[in-house]
């Protein structure tokens, strides 16, 4: 399997998460240090969860360039929260081959209108091309329970997997 396979599926799986609602409205501040509202745009994708059933929290991203070995990015990051009774704390996690920069962790406070999207920007510096995976993990308290969510974000860097990454040894034809 070539790697512009692998990336295309990983395109479509990502794509299959989009969910274009129109959620939120846009607000200023109250502080510098406090999470940004925003509108949610329909850019935006919706980060992948395995967890089944509602939740606390929803989480969706965009890439605001195309990644390429060694040169920062950022990933723009929306958390909208649904229960103004939890304090949510996001945590993104990097894998090997990225290195995130700034903007590792965030936190909502409990009292944050539920459906109103706060914005947050991670910035990423990638090692080399390649497909990875960043981990955020969603930290969810209330008064009653705590919860743990993980969202998947992909990241397809530079060509992605060439194909003697997929299977070594195995010579390549040559086009021309």
């Not at 509602?54 to 929260?81: T, Y």
């Not at 999207?117 to 080399?128: D, E, G, M, T």
């Not at 974000?153 to 299977?167: H, K, N, S």
């Amino acid at each position: 399997m070539s790697y512009r396979v692998i990336a295309w599926l990983l395109a479509v799986v990502c794509l299959g998460a989009c969910d274009r609602s129109p959620e939120g409205a846009p607000a200023t501040a109250p502080g510098a240090s406090a999470p940004r509202k925003a509108p949610v745009s329909p850019d935006l994708v919706s980060a992948v969860s395995g967890s089944r059933g509602a939740a606390a929290v929803d989480l969706k991203f965009a890439l605001a360039s195309r990644p390429e070995p060694g040169r920062a990015f950022d990933i723009e990051l929306v958390v909208i929260p649904r229960d103004p009774a939890a304090t949510i704390r996001v945590i993104v996690q990097n894998t090997d081959g990225l290195s995130i920069t700034a903007g590792q962790e965030m936190t909502i406070p409990k009292g944050a209108e539920a459906g109103v999207a706060v914005a947050h920007r991670v910035s990423i510096v990638p090692a080399r091309d390649g497909i990875f995976s960043l981990s955020a993990v969603a930290l969810i308290d209330t008064e009653k329970s705590s919860v743990t969510r993980t969202f998947a974000i992909p990241v397809i860097v530079g060509e992605g997997v060439t194909p003697g990454e997929l299977a070594p040894g195995v010579a390549t034809p040559k086009t021309e």
